[in-house]
């Protein structure tokens, strides 16, 4: 269920999403869901490796980034901050960060002197070559692109 604005602030926010290095399939893909949904955007900033997305939904920012992560990979960090209380009740702001890579399932990569294949990108990136390997998302810059 998305929540309206009316009532609220036009500056109103309860998430900021957080595109970091990703393609310009991934931004469609984040424009098409947030209409399909229909969750008020208030504000779009650009930054220097991507863009912020000012969401009246916190729960919504959330599944996004989760299905972000499902279908192309990268890393997904979800944090959350106290933002104020109503009626005693503790209201918090999330900030959904999705981080690109730049590779995608099937692609080869080069590794610590070894070719392997991404088969899986989840939580940690899973390839197969002349052993099977999971490398975390902070481990990334170890990780080149195969050129054909």
């Keep these: 269920m998305v929540r309206s604005l009316v009532g609220k602030h036009p500056?109103?926010?309860?998430?900021?999403?957080?595109?970091?290095?990703?393609?310009?399939?991934?931004?469609?893909?984040v424009k098409e869901d947030i209409k399909r949904f229909h969750v008020p955007?208030?504000?779009?900033?650009?930054t220097i490796n991507g863009t912020d997305y000012y969401l009246a939904d916190n729960q919504y920012a959330r599944a996004l980034g989760k299905?972000?992560?499902q279908y192309f990979g990268g890393q997904t960090i979800i944090t959350a901050s106290l933002h104020t209380q109503i009626d005693g009740k503790d209201k918090y702001r999330v900030t959904v960060l999705f981080r690109g890579v730049p590779f995608k399932k099937g692609?080869?990569?080069?590794?610590?002197?070894?070719?392997?294949?991404?088969?899986?990108?989840?939580?940690?990136?899973?390839?197969?070559?002349?052993?099977?390997?999971?490398?975390?998302?902070?481990?990334?810059?170890?990780?080149?692109?195969?050129?054909?």
């Design 11 to 29: 500056n109103y926010f309860e998430a900021i999403l957080q595109l970091r290095n990703v393609s310009d399939e991934v931004v469609h893909f």
């Design 41 to 46: 955007v208030t504000k779009i900033a650009k």
């Design 67 to 69: 299905r972000l992560q």
């Design 107 to 148: 692609d080869k990569v080069f590794y610590q002197d070894d070719t392997y294949e991404i088969k899986a990108m989840g939580k940690d990136i899973f390839m197969v070559g002349k052993k099977k390997v999971h490398i975390r998302y902070k481990d990334i810059k170890q990780i080149k692109l195969v050129e054909d």
